[in-house]
């Protein structure tokens, strides 16, 4: 009798110490930011190789479906391909001029005339890397020296940054999470605006933009590099509708991007803009 | 030694579940728990309070929640059943259903509760409970093919 006594006050004790251990590290994760290098060395050790082998199905899937539509699909790709390459040279000279033509502007303006050099492509591993947040997961940690707050472009616009890193993978969040707010600006008019994630995934929200703003359908969304979080003048997306209800405070605008944020399965991430940390 | 191999293979393909079961949404059941549930249930001396709290670490990582969230609301689940298994055990399956959900539900809670201590961002009530309900009902399967499994194995 008197050693079922003692094994359950063993365990009721255990539980005791475990919950003010787990108490601790929430305080130590939360507070002080303590933790990650236990974050990352977990991640490391036992969540990446899961991941990794776990989107291999998913993967073969995918694969063995574009596989059995590539010969159909090949000529008519390569004959787009041909087109658009040859429209984009066309367009490549005219921007080369412009570009010519704004440093100069730049010059006499005596505004940075800096344009990305180093960017490294990453690869997606899971692009789902949380139930309710848009979290996806790519194979550059910090072996290749990715640093939170890194932005995260596609091949067309914005798609996100970097929120947590370990030493073989790291976490991106996506432009269109709920909670990503990104400063951004109307390239017309060079209106500032905050630009929201949307339950959709290719649709964005700007909110509090107020009725009769200088909006038209179509205009360009860029950031704006305020607030020192994203750097400037990466494309977003376009507008795709204004609603200017006059009952309410505040026009609903709808944003649509330009990058398919979710579904690319290579990122690139850029390098020459570090954001500031309030700490620093 | 089979014991150790049969249930740490159960709880990565857990893991593994769990990630893939990412594109669900808040409705995908929360694996983890109840392959935990089920180990203490059937072998109660299998899982330890002590590693379910690694587990609850390991959850916490995966789901990138803060460290200790999940650790904590995985002993507080774990110190329930195991102080209740002589009691859950002799339930139908159904009736052990039931119990999960309740579990599950004060689990959610707990985490719902930290968050909003915390407040890092902006709640959502919708993407807390709905893994409660979904849970509750894959249990039954789990319950089946974790029951066939030990009793293949032998795990005692």
């Known amino acids: ?22 108490a601790l590290t929430i305080a130590a994760d939360y507070k002080y930011n303590q933790l990650t290098y236990v974050r990352s060395l977990i991640n490391d050790t036992i969540i990446y190789p899961i991941d990794y082998v776990s989107t291999i199905p998913r993967q073969i899937v995918k694969a063995s479906v574009e596989e059995s539509q590539i010969k159909a699909t090949m000529e008519d790709k390569i004959k787009t391909l041909e087109d658009e390459n040859l429209k984009l040279k066309i367009q490549l000279q005219e921007y080369q001029s412009l570009k010519d033509e704004n440093l100069r502007l730049r010059k006499i303006s005596k505004a940075s005339t800096k344009i990305s050099e180093k960017q490294t492509l990453a690869k997606v591993i899971n692009n789902k890397a949380h139930p309710s947040k848009k979290i996806i997961t790519i194979d550059k940690g910090k072996k290749d020296g990715v640093f939170i707050g890194q932005n995260v472009l596609g091949l067309k616009g914005l798609i996100g940054q970097i929120i947590e890193s370990s030493y073989l993978s790291s976490k991106v969040l996506l432009i269109s999470d709920l909670n990503s707010n990104i400063p951004a600006q109307i390239t017309r008019t060079g209106e500032k605006i905050i630009i929201k994630g949307k339950d959709k995934s290719n ?18 969304i860029s950031t704006s590099g305020m607030a020192n979080r994203f750097k400037a003048n990466i494309p977003i997306g376009k507008i ?3 609603n200017n209800d006059k009952e309410k405070k505040f026009a609903e605008v709808t944003v649509s991007s330009y990058e398919n944020i979710g579904n690319s399965s290579e990122l690139i991430l850029i390098w020459d803009y570090k954001p500031k940390e309030k700490n620093e | 030694m089979n014991n150790f191999l049969i249930i740490s293979t159960s709880l990565v393909l857990a893991l593994a ?17 109840l392959v935990v549930i089920y180990w ?36 507080i689940v774990s ?24 579990l599950l539900f004060l689990k959610q809670t707990i985490l719902l509760w930290i968050d909003g201590f915390i407040r890092l961002e902006e709640i959502q009530f919708s993407n807390y409970y709905w893994s409660v309900l979904t849970s509750s009902l894959f249990w039954p399967l789990i319950f089946f093919v974790l029951r066939y ?6 795990v005692s």
């Open chain 1, 1 to 22: 009798m008197e050693t079922v006594f003692k094994k359950s006050f063993k365990e009721f004790y255990t539980f005791i110490i475990l919950v003010f251990l787990s």
């Open chain 1, 203 to 220: 649709e964005l929200d700007v909110p509090f933009a107020p009725i009769n703003m200088d909006l038209k359908l179509g205009d360009v």
């Open chain 1, 240 to 242: 795709s509708s204004i």
């Open chain 2, 17 to 33: 579940l769990t990630i893939i079961t990412f594109i669900f949404g808040s409705y995908s059941p929360d694996w983890l728990y």
């Open chain 2, 40 to 75: 203490i249930l059937a072998v109660p001396n299998s899982i330890g309070l002590i590693t379910s709290w690694f587990i609850g670490l390991l959850t916490d990582v995966a789901f990138g929640t803060i460290l200790g969230s999940n650790a904590l609301t995985f002993i």
């Open chain 2, 79 to 102: 110190f329930i059943i195991i102080k209740t298994y002589k009691f859950v055990r002799y339930l139908t399956v159904y009736q052990q259903a039931i119990i999960i959900f309740l």
């Open chain 2, 149 to 154: 499994v030990r009793r293949r194995y032998n």
